[in-house]
């Protein structure tokens, strides 16, 4: 099992900052992406960034230019550095880690972080 537990969430005015952060503990290893999903009430679950083993990252057109993803491998952490922020940025942000075993995908996430993009 992996769990993850996410941090950084909070209340912020348009054109402001935050940063997200997400640590993994358990079973860490065939790690294939760790990334970062959004979802805000009545609406689905979308893609905002992802960051694979072999360092590739993804962005949702959406947040390309604002948006960051990162890793600290040591501390089995990763991040999202989120700048120039919007109203419709609002939504709860998961973090998830994609792991294939024994010829299996798991995804594993973390219990949500609420993010507030207002006047």
């Known amino acids: 099992q992996v769990q993850l537990v996410e941090s950084g969430g909070g209340l912020v005015q348009p054109g402001g900052s935050l940063r997200l952060s997400c640590a993994a503990s358990g079973a860490i290893f065939n790690i294939y992406a760790m990334g970062w999903f959004r979802q805000a009430p009545g609406k689905q679950r979308d893609l905002v960034a992802t960051?694979?083993?072999?360092?590739?990252?993804n962005y949702a057109d959406s947040v390309k230019g604002r948006f960051t993803i990162s890793r600290d491998n040591a501390k089995n952490t990763v991040y999202l550095q989120m700048n120039s922020l919007k109203p419709e940025d609002t939504a709860v942000y998961y973090c998830?880690?994609?792991?294939?075993?024994?010829?299996?995908?798991?995804?594993?996430w973390g219990q949500g972080t609420q993010v507030t993009v207002s006047s």
């Open positions: 998830n880690v994609r792991q294939y075993v024994v010829s299996k995908w798991s995804d594993y």
């Open positions: 960051a694979t083993s072999a360092g590739s990252t």
